[in-house]
């Protein structure tokens, strides 16, 4: 059989990305796009330099605010009448919180954990009998290695991705009477995204800062680099493909091994 011959792994599928505009959810739905799948990409703030190749990949691009029902059941809508099905969800929509907790403010809290949890808990809502119309489907969950083991820097975030990889498990042994299948993956720590570059436009020396990231991911450190939004997405592709069909309310670490444990020692 000839490259030629071979269909895409997702082709007729249409599948839902929040926070899609850049960094992990941005290479989502490229990637879902180039392997068939047509992508409705929900985002707080869209990106215009998007545009062109979106429109060449027939991907979607609509503001979406993940806190708000309304945006979100509006999102999920215009997938189902455009697309005229919806197979694959991925919660990707996400911001980091790096206080202590006598320092975070209740609106900051309200944040962190409405875009982080509540949002992942409206889309699946309002994503569920669309996926149970279409027979089954896959819901992808963006935590993070703080949603399998606690950071001292950052207890909210820390908390608000717990959370979600709860709902994950839960949603998971709900809905596989029908068919759905729900996962998550647990980056960290990934280049070139909103929230990494936040973080480091926080700190005096970036350059230190990027090191200090590394040093903590003991597979990242022996590559002397930071994961990719790139190798994040290829996870996200295997979980909604039928390569995947016996896979549920599992976590994928993306994280350099970054969860494992304490690091072995550097050598001097």
């Known amino acids: 059989m000839s490259q030629a011959d ?16 850049s960094g992990i959810g941005r290479a989502i739905a490229v990637l879902l796009a180039e392997h068939g799948a047509r992508v409705f990409v929900g985002d707080y703030d869209p990106v215009a330099d998007n545009h062109q190749a979106s429109e060449q990949l027939g991907i979607v691009d609509r503001r979406c605010d993940v806190r708000i029902e309304a945006d979100v059941r509006e999102l999920i809508e215009l997938a189902v009448a455009e697309g005229g099905r919806l197979d694959i969800l991925v919660n990707n929509a996400g911001i980091g919180m790096v206080k202590q907790i006598v320092d975070v403010t209740e609106a900051e809290w309200s944040a962190c954990l409405d875009t982080n949890l509540k949002g992942a808990f409206l889309a699946a809502k309002h994503a569920i009998p669309h996926l149970i119309a279409s027979g089954g489907g896959s819901i992808v969950n963006t935590a993070s290695n703080a949603g399998i083991l ?26 596989s009477p029908d068919r759905i299948r729900v996962n998550a993956v647990c980056p960290g720590p990934v280049g070139d ?7 480091l436009d926080r700190v005096e020396d970036r350059e230190a800062a990027v090191k200090q990231f590394i040093s903590a991911s003991p597979l990242a450190r022996a590559e002397g680099r930071m994961i990719s939004p790139q190798e994040v997405a290829a996870a996200v592709l295997y979980l909604v493909s039928d390569a995947a069909q016996m896979v549920t309310g599992t976590l994928i670490a993306i994280d350099g091994g970054k969860s494992l444990g304490v690091p ?5």
């Open 150 to 175: 606690p950071r001292a820097h950052d207890p909210v975030y820390s908390t608000s991705k717990g959370a979600l990889v709860a709902l994950t498990k839960c949603l998971a042994l709900c809905h």
């Open 6 to 21: 071979v269909r895409p792994q997702l082709e007729g599928r249409v599948a839902v990305v929040t926070g899609g505009a």
């Open 193 to 199: 995204t909103r929230m990494m570059n936040a973080d």
């Open 264 to 268: 072995p020692a550097v050598a001097p």
